[in-house]
């Protein structure tokens, strides 16, 4: 079973960077698609970012387009999200999701695990 385990939230300005990790506790997830979800307070959880096993295909929250990037690193067994230009809108806990399949969803539900989320704050 895979275990995600994300890092990398904190509080920051609106313009500024942060990059969010996923580590898998348990094993590898080289053969798993991954997902970057979101939820802010009173909101329900949406998906922010996707990557295929092999990296070779990603997708995105339209709103996160261009300012944004998921990828992965199968020898650290990583996957990133690379937040630039935040805004204050993007204020969420950050959940990172692991497929049993290989190529990514924005439905939640085609993800069977789930990592305990790390927040991100966004100050105006």
């Known amino acids: 079973q895979v275990q995600p385990v994300e890092s990398g939230g904190g509080l920051v300005q609106a313009g500024d960077s942060l990059r969010l990790s996923c580590t898998a506790s348990g094993r590898t997830f080289s053969f798993n698609g991954m997902g970057w979800f979101r939820q802010a307070p009173g909101k329900e959880r949406e998906f922010v970012a996707a990557i295929t096993w092999n990296g070779r295909s990603t997708d995105y929250l339209d709103s996160v387009k261009g300012r944004f990037t998921i990828s992965r690193d199968t020898v650290k067994n990583t996957v990133y999200l690379q937040m630039n230009s935040l805004k204050p809108e993007d204020t969420a806990v950050y959940y990172c999701?692991?497929?049993?399949?290989?190529?990514?969803?924005?439905?939640?539900?085609?993800?069977?695990?789930w990592g305990q989320g790390t927040q991100v704050t966004v100050s105006s």
């Open positions: 999701a692991a497929q049993r399949g290989g190529y990514g969803s924005r439905s939640s539900r085609q993800y069977d695990y």
